[in-house]
T-cell receptor, first 110, second 114 residues
Framework: GQQVMQIPQYQHVQEGEDFTTYCNSS?????IQWYKQRPGGHPVFLIQ???SGEVKKQKRLTFQFGEAKKNSSLHITATQTTDVGTYFC??????????WGAGTKLIIKP | EAGVAQSPRYKIIEKRQSVAFWCNPI?????LYWYQQILGQGPKLLIQ????????DSQLPKDRFSAERLKGVDSTLKIQPAKLEDSAVYLC????????????FGPGTRLLVL
C-alpha cells in the first residue's frame, strides 16, 4: 500500500542547533499535515500544506511542500527544550486517506 | 471548547480477556477516528466514522476488534480476546467534517496486555 517515509528516525541536537525532518511519498499527495507529540502525550496538529511549493512559517518552524507534492520538510531553527518530542507528517492521498509517517524524534543533548 | 475525551486512561489486562475503550469527540465533529499507536511508531488508523457510518475499517482486525458509534456522537472500541501484541496506546481523534481537516486527538488509553 501507499507509504509515507519519514527520516531520520531520531535526531540528537545540542540546544540552539537546528533540526530537520523529511517526508517522502511514492505518489502525489492532496495535502500534508504535520503533528507534534510530546513524550507521553498525544499528537497535536501543527500545520497543513496544500499548494505545490508552499512554504509556511510558525516562529522558528518552517514547513515546505515539494513542487511535485510528494515530499515535505519541517525545519526548526535554534532548537529549545520545549521543542522536544516526535514530529509526524501525515499525507492525504487521492482517496482522502491520511497516511502517517513513522515520526522523527527530536532529542536535546544535555 | 472541550477537547476529545477518552476513558479509561490506563488499562492492564491478561491475554484472552476483553476490554473496551470509550471516546467522546468534540461537540459537532462529524468524523471520529480510532488509532492504534505502538511504542516508537506512528499512529495506525483502525477505523474512521462519518457520523454513525463507517468510512474506512480496512486496517481493523475484525476477528477481535469491533467499534461502534451508534448515535453518531460517542464511540466504543472493543478488543475480544486481547493478545499480547495489542499492547499500545489507543487514540481517538475527531474532525469537523472529514479527514482533510485538522484532527484533534484525545489523551489516549494505554493498554498493557500481560
Amino acid at each position: 500500500g501507499q507509504q509515507v517515509m519519514q527520516i531520520p528516525q531520531y535526531q540528537h541536537v545540542q540546544e540552539g542547533e537546528d533540526f530537520t525532518t523529511y517526508c517522502n511519498s511514492s505518489t502525489t499527495l492532496s495535502n500534508i499535515q504535520w503533528y507534534k507529540q510530546r513524550p507521553g502525550g498525544h499528537p497535536v496538529f501543527l500545520i497543513q500544506l496544500v499548494k505545490s511549493g508552499e512554504v509556511k512559517k510558525q516562529k522558528r518552524l518552517t514547513f515546505q511542500f515539494g513542487e511535485a507534492k510528494k515530499n515535505s520538510s519541517l525545519h526548526i531553527t535554534a532548537t529549545q527544550t520545549t521543542d522536544v518530542g516526535t514530529y509526524f507528517c501525515a499525507g492525504m492521498d487521492s482517496n482522502y486517506q491520511l497516511i502517517w509517517g513513522a515520526g522523527t524524534k527530536l532529542i536535546i543533548k544535555p | 471548547e472541550a477537547g476529545v475525551a477518552q476513558s479509561p486512561r490506563y488499562k492492564i489486562i491478561e491475554k484472552r480477556q476483553s476490554v473496551a475503550f470509550w471516546c467522546n469527540p468534540i461537540s459537532g465533529h462529524a468524523t471520529l477516528y480510532w488509532y492504534q499507536q505502538i511504542l516508537g511508531q506512528g499512529p495506525k488508523l483502525l477505523i474512521q466514522f462519518q457520523n454513525n457510518g463507517v468510512v474506512d475499517d480496512s486496517q481493523l482486525p475484525k476477528d477481535r476488534f469491533s467499534a461502534e458509534r451508534l448515535k453518531g456522537v460517542d464511540s466504543t472500541l472493543k478488543i475480544q480476546p486481547a493478545k499480547l501484541e495489542d499492547s499500545a496506546v489507543y487514540l481517538c481523534a475527531s474532525s469537523f467534517s472529514g479527514s482533510q481537516e485538522t484532527q484533534y486527538f484525545g489523551p489516549g488509553t494505554r493498554l498493557l496486555v500481560l
